[in-house]
């Protein structure tokens, strides 16, 4: 079955460092996701995106945050400046609609630990 | 705005005993109902989903109900197995949008 691949699954980074984490989705997938998991709170929804644009974010994903897809498989997270409350398990997830009835599949995660 | 809440775990019960674990929702909307199963050590998984109400998701002996009228999507299967110890997570989607709006998730343990 085809499914969402990670990397790294595990990234160590300075604070203030910049941090990019990895995503392939499933292959004709067209909308693709990130969550995040701060350690015992709530999946949160960060961002969507869809024929290279952005069509959904939350207010976590500020001006710190950058999405990208930068050839036919990847997709990609990017914290220009990461901070200690950026540490979390981060999800990226795809689903070939975009209706809020298709279901969205999900990778194993990063768990991005800030230092 | 949209919320899940779900039952507080650990829920423990011994092996093919019945399962229960409530999820209710608020939602402006329609929305589209699922719940995820996340293993130890890996990615969250779709166990099943609804999208209207009075429908029933079910997958490898688990189900749910979309019921409008009290707002919940309750996780059922009548045999638990050691295998199913995992954590639980109930979601939503409502129309015209893409965010998945999670519970906080239930942790099952299930001992033989």
């Known amino acids: 079955e085809p499914e969402v691949t990670q990397t790294p699954s595990h990234q160590v980074t300075q604070m203030g460092q910049e941090v990019i984490l990895r995503c392939v989705p499933i292959s004709n997938h067209l909308y693709f996701y990130w969550y995040r998991q701060i350690l015992g709170q709530k999946v949160e929804f960060l961002v969507s995106?869809?024929?290279?644009?952005?069509?959904?974010k939350s207010e976590i994903f500020d001006d710190q945050f950058s999405v990208e897809r930068p050839d036919g498989s990847n997709f990609t997270l990017k914290i220009r400046s990461t901070k200690l409350e950026d540490s979390a398990m981060y999800f990226c997830?795809?689903?070939?609609?975009?209706?809020?009835?298709?279901?969205?599949?999900f990778g194993d995660g990063t768990r991005l630990s800030i230092l | 705005g949209n919320s899940v809440t779900q039952m507080e775990g650990p829920v423990t019960l011994s092996e093919e005993a019945f399962l229960t674990i409530n999820c209710t929702y608020t939602?402006?909307?329609?929305?589209?109902l699922f719940w995820y199963v996340q293993y130890p050590g890996e990615g969250l998984q779709l166990l099943l989903k609804?999208?209207?109400?009075?429908d029933k998701g079910s997958n490898k002996g688990f189900e749910a109900t979309y019921r409008k009228e009290t707002t919940s999507f309750h996780l059922e299967k009548g045999s638990v197995q050691v295998s199913d110890s995992a954590v639980y997570f109930c979601?939503?989607?409502?129309?015209?949008?893409?965010?998945?709006?999670f519970g906080t998730g239930t942790r099952l343990l299930v001992s033989p």
């Open positions: 995106f869809y024929n290279n644009e952005i069509s959904e």
């Open positions: 939602a402006t909307g329609y929305p589209s």
């Open positions: 979601a939503l989607v409502n129309t015209g949008f893409q965010k998945l709006v």
């Open positions: 997830a795809s689903s070939d609609e975009g209706y809020s009835n298709q279901p969205q599949h």
């Open positions: 609804a999208t209207k109400a009075d």
